[in-house]
């Protein structure tokens, strides 16, 4: 009885004694700010979703202009397929091969959009067309977003990798496996949401 009383007391110290050793060498740190990058990568992946979520009703829009350049949108189609094949977790963060390619294939359709606003600039009748507008101003708040979500996840990223190349908290993250995060490398104005807007008002004036 009184062994068992013994050994309880003993690993109730031991326990203890492991909280203090995580603590202090950053341990629950280290799993709070990951758990923060993850949820940050969440709502970035749902504003990309939300834009690809546009593209469709874009393209049937543009679709039905005379002579639209028909280039502009198969890039556009191929771009947002492309990106719904490049899918990456949360826990995928750590690999920098497969951070590259899911950036790469969003910046292609963010490449292409940019594309078709400015081809569509040639097509008054598209200017006019009120579920284009409407498509527009989403897209505008989308890309918006998208860049607001972008920062909002780097700076996440930045914190949790900072902290595991500190000391002692080095130690820590590679006894546990904590590996540092890719972060979105600002390329060409990347982390500048994209000018999805037309001056229609001064143009109408302009034809008359």
């Not at 740190?29 to 874009?58: C, G």
């Not at 507008?133 to 949790?160: P, Y």
């Amino acid at each position: 009885m009184k062994n068992t009383k013994y050994f309880l007391i003993l690993r109730i110290i031991v326990l203890f004694a492991f909280a203090l050793i995580f603590s202090g060498c950053g341990y629950n740190t280290l799993v709070t700010q990951e758990e923060q990058v993850s949820s940050s990568w969440a709502q970035v992946e749902n504003a990309y979703q939300r834009r690809a979520d546009l593209v469709p009703n874009l393209v049937k829009t543009v679709e039905g202009a005379a002579d639209f350049e028909k280039s502009v949108l198969t890039e556009i189609t191929d771009a947002r397929s492309k990106v719904g094949q490049t899918q990456i977790t949360p826990e995928d963060l750590s690999d920098p091969e497969k951070f590259e390619k899911f950036q790469q294939s969003q910046d292609k359709l963010s490449s292409a959009l940019s594309r078709l606003l400015v081809v569509v600039e040639n097509y008054p009748q598209l200017k006019s067309n009120e579920n284009f507008l409407q498509l527009q101003a989403q897209l505008e708040g989308t890309e918006n977003r998208i860049s607001v979500e972008r920062k909002k996840f780097n700076e996440s990223v930045q914190q949790f990798n900072s902290t595991a190349r500190s000391f002692p908290t080095i130690i820590t993250a590679k006894i546990f496996g904590f590996k540092e995060k890719q972060y979105f490398k600002a390329k060409e104005g990347s982390d500048i949401a994209p000018d999805v807007k037309f001056d229609f008002k001064k143009e109408s004036k302009d034809n008359k």
